[in-house]
């Protein structure tokens, strides 16, 4: 597995791959060093993980994102021909972004391994956000023509969700060769955990990226209208830089609002440790932007969240309105921080509403973890591997369960 992403803190990667390890696949993994990770190997759930290159993510332009995305290509590229000499792969499966990293896999595709390419974030519309970039900009149009060309240079193409299904067959690759897998929960890392904070404050939590689409600047807004009738309450922040000057612009908004050290920034943590921060907060909130990149762009915390017994507030993009209904969590108005605000309230104050949510989640969370399609993802692997035809994924236009095909019984 090749990956521009850290392997500790990524959780569709991790799923994969200790998939593969716990069924005695050998499975090495080319990744960044991010947070206190040194660069060089080490050995995670029975995966061998490489680490070659330092991220810091602090690109202030298109040209030093550029820079480092090209750097790890020629880097991995050396490492993963390096393996292959050595373990003849049968499979290199490459995750995205950028998804020209698939060319690193040159050496070993001659040499006769299949390639699968993991689409988890489509690459146009992801640039245009975190650049805040047209996306008639010839930058975009040029993606396209990679993401067309990389697609084509892989044997399959797994998409992290049905509506970029819809829009990468409809310009990139055929259905025929296309997968679609969800960031579904893991429960071996998001099992039910116990509460252990027994304070009388209300913790309100957010994991992820500080980028401009996750719309965070609308959820401080919405915050500090509920703390104006919560005093009690605290908004606690779990990620790493969109952008270079996202978390010190957030920080400076917070200051003019006056929430007084209520909101807290913490750094990126391991899986296993989110999992834990999470069953000890009271509310989890996805705020993203309909109009951008987060209109289409899949909130695996959502669930997480849901695993940990947490209910969640969310904004009501065309993605999460796809997967997700009212009898699981509470939606708002995307944009609308007095929405999000009177959501917030709703959610802590409503005993009943609480439990309902709390209830319906955990049922969700058994009929969608990554158990009921770990099986689905081996099958892939073992089929692609040795040249057979991969069954393509169904799409349906309503829920998750008819997009699965996984009916409640």
């Known amino acids: 597995m090749l990956t521009y992403s850290g392997y500790e803190s990524d959780n569709r990667v991790r799923r994969y791959a200790e998939a593969l390890a716990g069924r005695g696949d050998h499975v090495d993994v080319i990744a960044l ?10 050995v995670i759930g029975g995966v061998k993980l490489h680490r070659v290159q330092r991220r810091r993510r602090n690109e202030r332009g298109k040209m030093t994102y550029a820079w480092r995305l090209l750097r790890f290509l020629f880097t991995s590229s050396l490492v993963l021909t390096r393996l292959h000499r050595i373990h003849r792969y049968d499979l290199i499966h490459v995750h995205n972004v950028p998804d020209f990293l698939i060319f ?28 805040r970039t047209n996306e008639k900009n010839g930058y975009i149009g040029l ?24 829009k990468l067959t ?12 969800v960031n579904h929960v893991d429960q071996a890392i998001f099992y039910r955990r116990p509460r252990t904070r027994n304070d009388d404050k209300i913790i309100i939590v957010f994991p992820g990226s500080l980028q ?35 978390k010190a612009e957030l920080a400076v908004l ?8 209520s909101v807290k920034f913490r750094g990126r943590l391991p899986l296993e440790r989110i999992a834990d921060v999470i069953a000890n907060a009271d509310l989890g909130v996805v705020p993203k932007r309909a109009d951008s990149f987060g209109n289409e762009a899949y909130s695996t915390k959502i669930m997480e969240f849901m695993s940990q017994g947490i209910p969640v507030v969310v904004s009501q993009t065309r993605v999460d309105t796809f997967y997700f209904d009212p009898t699981v969590v509470r939606f708002f108005e995307s944009g609308n921080d007095q929405g999000m605000a009177d959501a917030m309230l709703e959610v802590i104050e409503d005993k009943a509403l609480r439990h309902a949510l709390i209830t319906n989640a955990y049922k969700y969370v058994a009929r969608h973890s990554w158990d009921r399609r770990k099986g689905d993802y081996l099958d892939l692997v073992d089929a692609v591997s040795t040249g057979r ?9 309503h829920t998750i369960d008819e997009a699965l095909g996984l009916k409640q019984q």
């Open 254 to 261: 917070a200051e003019e609002l006056g929430l007084n050290g």
């Open 143 to 166: 993606l396209k023509i990679v993401e067309r060309a990389s697609a084509a240079f892989a044997d399959h193409v797994i998409i992290s969700n049905h509506l970029w299904y819809e």
């Open 104 to 131: 690193a896999a040159w050496y070993p595709k001659w040499s006769g391994a299949k390639l699968i390419l993991d689409i988890h974030d489509a690459v146009p519309e992801l640039f245009a956000s975190k650049f």
């Open 212 to 246: 401009w689409h996750q719309g965070l600047d609308i959820a401080l807004k919405a915050f500090s209208r509920v703390r104006r009738k919560l005093p009690n309450a605290e908004f606690h922040l779990y990620g790493v830089e969109g952008a270079a000057g996202t």
């Open 389 to 397: 035809p991969a069954a393509p994924a169904q799409v349906a236009n």
């Open 170 to 181: 409809a310009r990139s690759v055929t259905s025929q060769k296309c997968s679609v897998f």
């Open 33 to 42: 060093s991010t947070d206190d990770f040194p660069v060089g190997p080490d």
